[in-house]
DNA sequence: ATACGTGCAAAAATTTTGCAAAGTA
DNA sequence: TACTTTGCAAAATTTTTGCACGTAT
């Protein structure tokens, strides 16, 4: 798990500079446990202008620090990342809260595709939605 | 496959109106044979209003004979589709063109996911990308 | 001193909305 | 006639860019 100084050595580590925006960015981020969005972050830091957020937090996607998340309505949003590796998200879409999945299911089926459609498959995108445990027991 | 005048009975069908520039738009969505935005439809669309344009492909998207694909880079296009029940899409990343996948791979894992997360999953949203066999041969 | 990073404001890009005018049944 | 649809323009979103000013090395 992140915490903000691990952070802030991985940006050292790579050469960027540990500003008090970038702080206060990556500690907004971290505050969430399910997915955000810019706005979202941009609202909790009245005191950091607009592109900042969005410079840090692409900034902080390139290190794989944040991953996008697409909502099943199609909009994209960010959460903190713990896996560098690929892998996939299971989306509480009650609470908004997110798994990280590390089996691919679509590993295996691959091979098979590719077959039988002639493509050479470099890639893909996969997202779950549901209800967590919680939200299930939680509700009427 | 679709062509004008079967969407012309299903506009009449659910009771929408058969005008030109909804007609305008079909064709002009049925002139692609992959992925599309919809600004590629307002341009070949002088006469017609961006917002009819909005309208009437969210009103076809309703219908199930526009869907959304996703790209690998976030942003979302539209196709046309043949398919009305559960699928998925390969999306060539060099001529664009979509193959729709009627396997859902997702389909078997789910019920593992479901015990394993303790989530109840309601849905998924996959796509697949690569290079079609035409692209794969006609570049060195 | 030199590089990098910031905030602001303006610009772009994308989608939605209000409404009077036009079209359709 | 009554209702739907259109085009336009304005508004609302969301993201990017230019630039003068500040900050770290």
Redesign the pocket.
Known sequence: MYNLESIEQRLAEQG??I?P??LAVVEATLEHSGHF???DILGRLP??????V???M?LLSQMGILCRVLLENGS?RYRVSHRRDHHHHLVCVSCGSVEELDACIAAGAIDNLARSTGYDIEGHWLEFYGRCGPCRSGEA
């Open positions: 960027y500079r500003t925006s970038r969005s810019v706005d005191g950091v202008g607009r592109a900042t969005f410079r840090t692409k994209l």
